[in-house]
Nanobody
Framework: QVQLVESGGGLVQAGGSLRLSCAAS????????MGWYRQAPGKQRESVAI???????NYADSVKGRFTISRDSAKNTVYLQMNSLQSEDTAVYYC??????????WGQGTQVTVSS
């Protein structure tokens, strides 16, 4: 089993910053990657940023240059630094772990609200 615990969401003014954290535990050996998705009200869940086991990173076009994903392998933790936040970034952010068999595990979600 895999457990993902997210933290760091909240309310921030437009132009501000937040840092999300996701700590993984359990059967995470040789996970293929970790990252973040988000889901805004009335919209589909979308990929925000993914970092693979090899260190390759993929960002959604909408967050490039503003968000940075990083990881601390010793702590099994992935971070999402979000700068220059916009109202369009308001969503529930979910941590994802892509296991070695390509199955997906999700965190419980953390709300990010950007006020304009």
């Amino acid at each position: 089993q895999v457990q993902l615990v997210e933290s760091g969401g909240g309310l921030v003014q437009a132009g501000g910053s937040l840092r999300l954290s996701c700590a993984a535990s359990g059967s995470i050996f040789s996970a293929n990657g970790m990252g973040w998705y988000r889901q805004a009200p009335g919209k589909q869940r979308e990929s925000v940023a993914i970092i693979t086991r090899a260190g390759f990173i993929n960002y959604a076009d909408s967050v490039k240059g503003r968000f940075t994903i990083s990881r601390d392998s010793a702590k099994n933790t992935v971070y999402l630094q979000m700068n220059s936040l916009q109202s369009e970034d308001t969503a529930v952010y979910y941590c994802i772990l892509i296991a070695s068999d390509n199955s997906n595990y999700w965190g419980q979600g953390t709300q990010v609200t950007v006020s304009s």
